[in-house]
């Protein structure tokens, strides 16, 4: 850019160009780096969400159209039993729920669950025992997902400390404190649960120095944080930013026939979500976790980054005097739309997916297709050009994580270059006119066909509160490999505290080698020093990308003391005093370590 404005200069001075010209000319300029700086690329992602313990997992599920909605998993049944007898055992004996050996006779709701919400490895955090246990599932699950997500950027924990890097984690507090029942009378409860420390905790191990906050918008609180994330790295607050969301976990969830059902106006009495389907009658809940990592689109191009996908724009705004203070209002949906897309400076045209808020409910789901059709129609009279789908088909509704669930899935497309279908859609909703309308249920699978623009995509999320967000996505620029500086052999590392995380990370990597076709170079690299290197090691000597997928195919079947194929390599070591004279093979003191 320097040397295009220098070449200006220089025909201005040799009268080659008028100063008029000129000043246009660097104008225009200006105006694209600046439009090209507001962008900001998705980096880094990770999340938990029903039947699904990482993004691959969850992709394979909407990809396959698995209803990931069912009963309380049987592990998690034994620790919902405990509390309910500690807290509520006169109310199950008077409603005959306790059989004689003294266990339940219960029936939980049907919703989406994770597997699993009470594993921690607070070791790793360095983070003690007595105060990972006082910490609510809450806090412990957004902070393994907020690493996760900056390991999949390519960056560890040393890399990143210290850094001017802001969280932001959007979360419904309708169930804040819970935890605090369930855990030992102990001081550190009181910052184990507490609602702000949600992202604090985060900003305190890693020593990030940007804004850290909690988000409460109700449903849309998980894409708020993204814009406000995006917001402040724009503004300078922050060179990068984890944006996440978090839903409600449900330790018991079990509903006495006498209770008070404040959301039954919204509930699906058969626990489906049918979103823009003539039978819909409600939603039903789901619990989940997902985070992301952003930076500003060029520093990220300079640097290398992996680039998952692009945030062109987000805007948020509130229905203000609606129908009902939680009631959706069309022209305030409508209104956001114009603006994301404006701010974005993209024809809304181009717009092939939009992944909407499609709760499954009579009233909002009209609602949302009114919007979406009067916002088009402002630029165009097209029919049928862009795809909408619902993933609480298939997952349920996440609260506070709703949105991450939702942007999540519309990145994984944009990688994938296809279109999922949207589950139990068999017949319009007799409110929504489809053939009018410039949208259309996608529900089969299709691959994604690029046109003249890149793939772009939208995600809606709209508050109980009222306040409503819209991010406008696109795939990534596509990069040129770097043919420089090859070599005959590149090394590739894979390290962990222990074997049997080293072996899943290397069934994870087998897995991934297998569906794609990486740089070689690039996946060595960010192994290498992208990830920390711990006790227990591998090192492969690779000559191209195959030999890699193969010999992490080899390291997935055998045991580690049974290597025998050349070019892979294994050893650990272990911290022992340096007093120790006598030592095993393996052993070095932390001296020896740094």
């Excluded at 046109?451 to 040129?480: M, Q």
Aim: charged share 25%; glycine share 8%; hydrophobic share 35%.
């Amino acid at each position: 850019m320097k040397k295009i404005k220098n070449y200006i200069y220089s025909q201005v001075a040799n009268h080659n160009l008028s100063q008029n010209e000129a000043k246009q000319m660097l104008l225009e300029m200006k105006e694209s780096s600046d439009k090209f700086e507001d962008e900001i690329a998705i980096i880094g992602m990770s999340g938990k969400f029903p039947n699904a313990n990482n993004l691959e997992e969850y992709w394979d599920n909407i990809k396959n159209g698995v209803r990931c909605i069912g009963e309380l998993p049987e592990e998690r049944v034994r620790d919902a039993e405990q509390y309910l007898l500690r807290f509520l055992y006169d109310r199950l004996a008077a409603n005959g729920a306790i059989k004689e050996d003294g266990h339940l006779d219960v029936n939980y709701e049907i919703r989406g669950y994770l597997k699993e919400i009470d594993k921690f490895d607070a070791a790793f955090f360095g983070i003690p025992p007595r105060e990972a246990k006082a910490m609510d599932p809450a806090q412990r699950l957004f902070l393994e997902t907020a690493y996760e997500a900056i390991e999949d950027a390519g960056y560890c924990g040393s890399k990143v400390y210290g850094t001017n890097t802001g969280v932001f984690v959007g979360t419904d507090h309708v169930a804040e404190l819970k935890y605090k029942k369930i855990a030992a009378k102990d001081p550190m409860v009181v910052t184990g649960t507490w609602p702000g420390i949600l992202a604090s905790r985060i900003s305190y191990i890693y020593d990030f120095k940007g804004p850290s906050m909690v988000i409460d918008t109700a449903c849309s609180s998980g894409l708020v944080s993204v814009h406000m994330a995006c917001n402040a790295i724009k503004n300078g607050e922050c060179e990068m930013a984890i944006a996440g969301g978090l839903g409600n976990f449900y330790y018991a969830p079990l509903r006495f026939k006498e209770d008070l059902k404040e959301l039954e106006s919204v509930e699906s009495p058969d626990n489906t979500v049918r979103t823009f389907d003539k039978k819909a009658n409600g939603t039903t809940w789901g619990e989940g976790v997902g985070a992301v990592l952003l930076k500003p689109l060029s520093k990220a191009l300079q640097d290398g980054d992996v680039i998952h996908a692009v945030i062109k724009a987000s805007a948020i705004n509130n229905d203000g005097a609606s129908n009902g203070i939680t009631a959706p209002d069309a022209g305030a949906q409508e209104n956001l739309l114009l603006t994301a897309w404006k701010k974005a400076n993209i024809s809304p045209e181009t717009v092939q997916y939009v992944e909407v808020h499609g709760t499954g409910t009579v009233l909002g789901d009209p609602i949302e297709i009114k919007a979406l059709t009067n916002a088009f129609r402002a630029s165009t009279d097209k029919r049928q050009f862009c795809g909408i789908g619902s993933v609480k088909t298939g997952i349920g509704h996440l609260v506070g994580a709703s949105g991450l669930a939702s942007l999540l899935k519309v990145v994984m497309m944009l990688k994938n270059k296809t279109m999922p279908a949207t589950l139990n859609f068999t017949e319009p909703n007799s409110f929504i006119n489809f053939c009018d309308s410039p949208v259309y249920v996608n529900d089969k699978l299709n691959q994604w066909e690029s046109e003249e623009t890149p793939r772009r995509a939208g995600v809606n999320s709209f508050g109980f509160s009222g306040t409503n967000c819209h991010v406008v996505l696109e795939e990534a620029p596509v990069r040129v490999n770097n043919e420089a500086a090859k070599t005959e052999f590149e090394v590739f590392t894979l390290s962990a505290k222990n074997q049997n995380v080293l072996k899943e990370l290397i069934n994870n990597c087998n897995k991934e080698f297998s569906n794609n076709e990486l740089d070689l170079q690039s996946v060595c690299y960010t192994a290498n020093a992208g990830r920390g290197h711990y006790s227990n090691r591998i090192a492969l000597l690779v000559k191209n990308y195959k030999e890699l997928k193969d010999k992490i195919k080899y390291l997935s079947q055998v045991d580690f003391n049974e290597i025998n194929k050349f070019g892979v390599y294994y050893g650990e070591y272990k911290i022992v005093p340096n007093s120790k004279q006598t030592r095993e093979k393996g052993e070095i003191d932390e001296g020896e370590r740094r």
